[in-house]
T-cell receptor, first 117, second 115 residues
Framework: DTGVSQNPRHKITKRGQNVTFRCDPI?????LYWYRQTLGQGPEFLTY????????KSRLLSDRFSAERPKGSFSTLEIQRTEQGDSAMYLC???????????????FGAGSRLTVL | AQSVTQLDSQVPVFEEAPVELRCNYS??????LFWYVQYPNQGLQLLLK??????LVESINGFEAEFNKSQTSFHLRKPSVHISDTAEYFC?????????????FGAGTRLAVHP
């Protein structure tokens, strides 16, 4: 069990550019979550996948944001035409399938920090 | 909808002193409660959780939290802190339902332990 892996850890980009973040969850976890954390704030929910299905999207996830989990394993979060307000830490988490106590516990990755200049 | 209020944004404390980080939640249904810790430039690590059973839960590094349903609180305590406890602490809540478990986080409390 190597935990939840996120890449890249840091990304600096210019306003208007596109960026993509990748998350590799714990292998046996079928549930995957994306959160955004801005400076001095708690993480805010962005979206949730169960296997390959995206079951919920937050209103925070504007049209410039898209998340995928094509084979129910790794996930990508793409931000198009980045804005300075997109600067934040993007956190990925995963949890075990429903029915057991592990389903209620989210394991987080180290995050991908985005800086938009 | 659920919400979490962490009453203190910063808590300064001297090493070996006791500390309490306060957390109150709001929910119309039964909940699970969590405390996560975040060290600088790192992700969140689960510190402890209340799912069911005893209302007093403990972590391996000496923290404890007590679920108080009547006061809708889940305060985090440690009788004697160390320099290494300096970090950001987040309280989180999720509802008990047949669906998935979306965590709602508080704004965090920064614990600063001074020598």
């Amino acid at each position: 069990d190597t935990g939840v892996s996120q890449n890249p850890r840091h990304k600096i980009t210019k306003r208007g550019q596109n960026v993509t973040f990748r998350c590799d969850p714990i292998s046996e976890h079928n549930r995957l979550y994306w959160y955004r954390q801005t400076l001095g704030q708690g993480p805010e929910f962005l979206t949730y996948f169960q296997n390959e299905a995206q079951l919920e999207k937050s209103r925070l996830l504007s049209d410039r944001f898209s998340a995928e989990r094509p084979k129910g394993s790794f996930s990508t979060l793409e931000i198009q035409r980045t804005e300075q307000g997109d600067s934040a830490m993007y956190l990925c988490a995963s949890s075990a399938p429903g029915g057991g106590s592990g389903a209620n516990v989210l394991t987080f990755g180290a995050g991908s920090r985005l800086t938009v200049l | 909808a659920q919400s979490v209020t962490q009453l203190d944004s910063q808590v300064p404390v001297f090493e070996e002193a006791p500390v309490e980080l306060r957390c109150n939640y709001s929910s119309s249904v039964s909940v699970y409660l969590f405390w996560y810790v975040q060290y600088p430039n790192q992700g969140l690590q689960l510190l402890l959780k209340y799912l069911s059973g005893s209302t007093l839960v403990e972590s391996i590094n000496g923290f404890e939290a007590e679920f108080n349903k009547s006061q809708t609180s889940f305060h985090l305590r440690k009788p004697s802190v160390h320099i290494s406890d300096t970090a950001e602490y987040f309280c989180a809540v999720t509802t008990i339902s047949g669906g998935y478990n979306k965590l709602i986080f508080g704004a965090g409390t920064r614990l600063a332990v001074h020598p």
